[in-house]
């Protein structure tokens, strides 16, 4: 799906930690996870009329649950991103019948 902007990075995936205490033992203890925590939001815009910037939502929204690669605008590609929401389009007019359209996305890299 294409965008004229695509503002925000999705996040690699961290090691993600369980971190207890035990009363009367000093120091905590912690347990690694695995990766996770890649959750991410990026605002996808796009110009163009009234009616194909709803089509567009409809398109980015038809993606969800979807394993997608976003590239950003400096041409930089990030794999593996499980769509999980796509808000409404907010609409700004530019002039008759044309405008700005902006839709934030969330989810999560899987790998």
């Known amino acids: 799906m294409a965008c004229d902007l695509v503002r925000g990075d999705p996040t690699q995936q961290t090691q993600r930690l369980a971190v207890w205490h035990t009363p009367g033992v000093n120091n905590p203890g912690a347990h690694a996870l695995g990766l996770g925590n890649g959750r991410f939001r990026v605002v996808a ?5 009234a009616a194909t910037l709803v089509a ?21 590609s990030y794999a593996n991103c499980l769509i999980t929401r796509v808000g409404p389009l907010q609409r700004t ?19």
């Open 45 to 49: 815009v796009e110009w163009a009329a």
């Open 56 to 76: 567009w939502q409809a398109s980015l929204a038809a993606l969800v649950g979807s394993v997608v690669t976003i590239t950003n605008d400096w041409g930089t």
């Open 93 to 111: 007019t530019a002039n008759v019948g044309s405008g700005r359209g902006q839709v934030q996305i969330e989810g999560i890299r899987t790998a």
